[in-house]
């Protein structure tokens, strides 16, 4: 791939109009939305998709999210009705991706699906990213801005880091508030917790009156974010480590000490916005053996140490 000129983008009226022309032009722009930076191309351009995977090197069978400004522009690409349609108007615009049945003129490229034929679609809280999604007029598929693999970003330069050179343009949002991905819920066929993330299992469960199913284990790929081994920093990583052995790094959360700690209080919303950060300072420390304090199984605790873990599965390749 030849090397772009990438461009750091302010979050005003110029910034905004220049991303959404990129965006609508095919081009590849990176935004913040109150989970991570997202990487947005048209999701209905199947040459701009197809750059998104080149430029994160991401495995073509793992499919994307397509971000959209509201639920009318949703309900334009996919069916949303019953359960689904309870949990969006809850929780759109929120850190919530609903796995849906796609229309068939929905004009989505295959590649963001998968060959599937269903969509994971979401609504973003961020009012910086909405306001780029109506400018740019299009459905945007967005995974994660870094490179396939690697920790998740959560300012403009983690993605002018990792993916410089690579990109049109990189819209500086600031600091992301959730830090980890969204929940993604599918509905085969009942209401399936496939990705937990920013927003809770509990709180859903709480809204639906009854449990949230899991996903079969037979290692088929039906939503983003599901691949084993992700989120990786470049060091190994030990988890539930109630101290750091000879060789290691401690990655702390609640009153131990580390050199780095995701939460000193033990706050799971400070762990989960300082997530991603923390596992980039840790590579920025040369860390090659990282070991993680255990971390609460409740509330958001349940997306942390499903990143956590997917970072400390064996790598692929």
């Known amino acids: 791939m030849a090397e772009i000129d990438t ?62 400004p509201d639920l009318t522009a949703a309900a ?47 609504v973003p809280a961020s009012a910086l990213a909405r306001e ?56 085969d066929p009942v209401p399936t917790l496939l990705r937990p993330g920013g927003l809770p299992a509990e709180t859903i469960v709480a809204c639906l009156g009854a449990p949230l199913a899991l996903p079969a284990q037979n290692g088929a790929i039906t939503a983003p974010g599901q691949l084993t081994s992700h989120y990786a920093p470049r060091g ?10 000879p060789g290691e790094t401690l990655l702390g959360f609640g009153s131990v000490t580390a050199p780095l700690n995701l939460s000193p209080g033990g706050d799971l919303t400070e762990a989960a916005a300082n997530l991603f950060a923390h596992l980039r300072a840790l590579d920025a420390m040369g860390a090659t ?12 605790g349940l997306a942390i140490n499903d990143r956590l873990t997917r970072a400390a599965a064996p790598r692929r390749g």
């Open 132 to 187: 780029l999604l109506m400018l740019a007029g299009v459905p945007v598929a967005a995974p994660s801005a870094n490179p396939s693999g690697r920790v998740s970003p959560t300012t403009a330069a983690h993605v002018m880091d990792g993916l410089s050179g690579r990109i049109d343009a990189v819209l500086d949002g600031g600091a992301c508030g959730v830090g980890v991905e969204s929940t993604i819920v599918g509905f």
């Open 7 to 68: 461009s750091l983008l302010q979050p005003d009226r110029p910034g905004l109009a220049r991303a959404a022309a990129l965006l609508s032009a095919g081009g590849l722009v990176g935004f913040a939305t109150e989970t991570v930076y997202g990487l947005g191309a048209d999701a209905t351009d199947d040459r701009a998709v197809a750059r998104v995977f080149a430029a994160k090197g991401r495995p073509s069978f793992n499919p994307l999210i397509v971000h959209v």
């Open 236 to 245: 190994t990583v030990r988890l539930n480590a109630d101290r750091a052995e």
């Open 289 to 300: 053996r990282i070991a993680v304090s255990p971390i609460p199984q409740t509330g958001l």
């Open 76 to 122: 334009r690409i996919a069916v949303i009705d019953g359960a689904a349609l309870m949990l969006a108007q809850a929780f759109w615009p929120g850190p919530l991706t609903l796995v849906l049945p796609l229309r068939p003129d929905s004009g989505v490229s295959q590649l963001v699906t998968a060959g599937l034929d269903t969509v994971a679609v979401r």
